[in-house]
């Protein structure tokens, strides 16, 4: 049997980029690829558009982690075009297809058989945030705290879209609230890292959820319906799993997967220029 605590689990990134865009649709391409800002070229000055996915990874390598798993579906194939084999990033990039399409969780697991005995370092590819060193400060975290979970935590500045999370004065997190209608909450999480533990607690976890609604439906999955991480992450604290959070900038995430959001992001970088958006 596998000491997990006498070794030091490698980081991997995971990527939940199956969703269908249904907000902002129709696109021409996947919304992970929609382009944000400019980057330069190595070796010369000249610079081409920089797609939204590229400052998550690119925040991911800045933290040391080198390989990482994009979950996809069926059909959004220029995600692995346009990205390849991460050489672009200095970065080893990997591909899943989900199986399961009831919500971001069952994405995740999918990767289940291949990072199971690693760290997992999680981010969403639509979101925008500037702090270069939010995955090594929660990873760092992690690392200090041998939490199961941290959580990178932003000021939520729309609670009906978001996991809305409750913290104490240590900043562990006490609940979770799934798109609240109205909260006095004041923060939502971002971006994550969580140990074996956590990964072996969601497959678990959703083992049972998967059986229990087959079931309920009489062997159906016509019923079942969207699970978020958040859900997850409240069922592992009242299992007893210590999560905490790592507040990680005074300004909101932007989620670009809204009109409102879009015409945001768009509008902050055609006022910065190619120097990117300033967000508050």
Do not use: C
Request: proline share 6%; net charge negative; aromatic share 10%.
């Amino acid at each position: 049997m596998i000491d997990r605590d006498a070794q030091v689990a490698e980081v991997i990134g995971l990527i939940p980029a199956a969703g269908l865009a249904t907000r902002i649709s129709p696109l021409s391409g996947s919304k992970e690829l929609f382009p944000v800002g400019f980057r330069s070229l190595a070796g010369n000055d000249d610079s081409r558009p920089k797609v939204i996915a590229h400052y998550l990874l690119e925040k991911m390598r800045l933290a040391g982690i080198t390989k990482a798993y994009i979950v996809l579906r069926k059909g959004k194939w220029d995600i692995p075009s346009y990205f390849g084999d991460g050489s672009m990033l200095d970065m080893n990039l990997a591909y899943l297809i989900m199986n399961l399409p009831f919500g971001a969780p069952y994405t995740v697991n999918q990767a289940y058989p291949y990072v199971k005995d690693a760290n997992i370092a999680l981010g969403f590819p639509d979101i925008f945030f500037e702090d270069e060193d939010a995955f090594s400060r929660i990873l760092s975290r992690q690392a200090e705290s041998k939490s199961d979970v941290v959580l990178g935590v932003f000021p939520g500045d729309q609670p009906s879209k978001m996991d809305m999370v409750a913290l104490d004065d240590n900043n562990q997190i006490s609940r979770i609230e799934i798109k609240p209608v109205e909260t006095g909450l004041r923060y939502t999480w971002g971006i994550a890292v969580w140990t074996p533990n956590f990964t072996q607690f969601m497959h678990d976890f959703l083992i049972r959820h998967y059986s229990a609604n087959k079931e309920a439906d009489e062997g159906s999955t016509s019923v079942i319906q969207e699970l978020f991480l958040g859900n997850v992450i409240q069922a592992a604290i009242e299992n007893g799993l210590r999560v905490e959070a790592v507040k990680i900038s005074d300004a909101p995430f932007i989620d670009i997967g809204t009109p409102d959001n879009l015409v945001k992001i768009i509008q902050q970088f055609a006022l910065k220029g190619m120097e990117g958006p300033r967000q508050g």
